[in-house]
């Protein structure tokens, strides 16, 4: 019986040995850094949920006549937080929490569903960064957040489509509407090759504000024949009336 003890011995050791390792390597939130199940723990992911807007299709604020905004969220309080937290201290994964909660209203929303169904060849394209933003960031939270959204929906991501060629600056650091669409003015271009694919396109980002940025990409697309017939971001601020 010497044997089966040594094995039993063996095994309690194995099991304490995980439950060390699991204790060890168990992640941290990004945002409160204590221990997390998934990216986000159950208290930031409830403070980020509690900003959710109370309509998914932005009707008091649409982009033209034939393209409507979509927001998830209201940009204040955790999701402000969360969406600096990704971009400035390195948590890409933040995005990837945000993504699903998008998707699964994207899912359950009819004025989604119905743009979905009459859509030709449905692409999603996050808005690019520069190359060198590229380098220093090190990713594009607007394409983690589009990516992951395109495998909960299935719907074809294609960041290619659309390239930031001009080296803006922040918009927050611009001084009224005219500096704003001069510092984004022939910011974007579609390459060569990939122009003659007329298709429709929804355009990601993860703000709304004035929709500089925006317009600038959708007149850039519109110029080669790609159709923007929705704007997908996680949150816009409350505008008034």
Not at 15 to 33: E, F, S, T, V
Not at 54 to 59: I, M, R, T
Not at 149 to 169: E, G, H, N, V, Y
Request: glycine fraction near 4%.
């Amino acid at each position: 019986m010497q044997w089966f003890k040594s094995i039993g011995n063996s095994l309690k050791i194995d099991r304490l040995a995980n439950i060390a390792k699991d204790a060890l390597w168990q992640a941290n939130c990004p945002l409160c850094k204590r221990p997390a199940d998934g990216v986000l723990c159950k208290d930031c992911d409830r403070q980020i949920t509690a900003c959710q807007s109370p309509k998914f299709l932005q009707l008091d604020h649409p982009i033209s006549l034939d393209i409507q905004l979509y927001s998830w969220g209201i940009y204040d309080g955790a999701i402000k937080r969360a969406i600096a937290a990704c971009k400035y201290d390195n948590h890409p994964e933040i995005m990837e929490a945000i993504a699903k909660k998008i998707a699964d209203t994207w899912q359950r929303s009819p004025e989604a569903k119905a743009l979905t169904q009459r859509a030709k060849h449905l692409t999603v394209i996050p808005i690019p960064l520069h190359t060198n933003k590229l380098k220093s960031r090190g990713f594009n939270q607007a394409e983690v957040l589009a990516r992951c959204f395109c495998d909960r929906t299935a719907i074809s991501c294609m960041p290619q489509l659309l390239k930031r060629i001009k080296d803006t600056k922040a918009q927050m650091q611009t001084k009224g509407k005219h500096e704003r669409e001069q510092n984004l003015a022939q910011a974007f271009a579609v390459p060569s090759h990939l122009k003659a694919s007329e298709r429709d396109v929804i355009l990601f980002d993860d703000i709304y504000t004035t929709g500089a940025t925006i317009r600038e990409a959708i007149a850039t697309l519109s110029a080669s024949k790609i159709n923007v017939r929705g704007v997908v971001v996680i949150a816009r601020p409350q505008f008034k009336a």
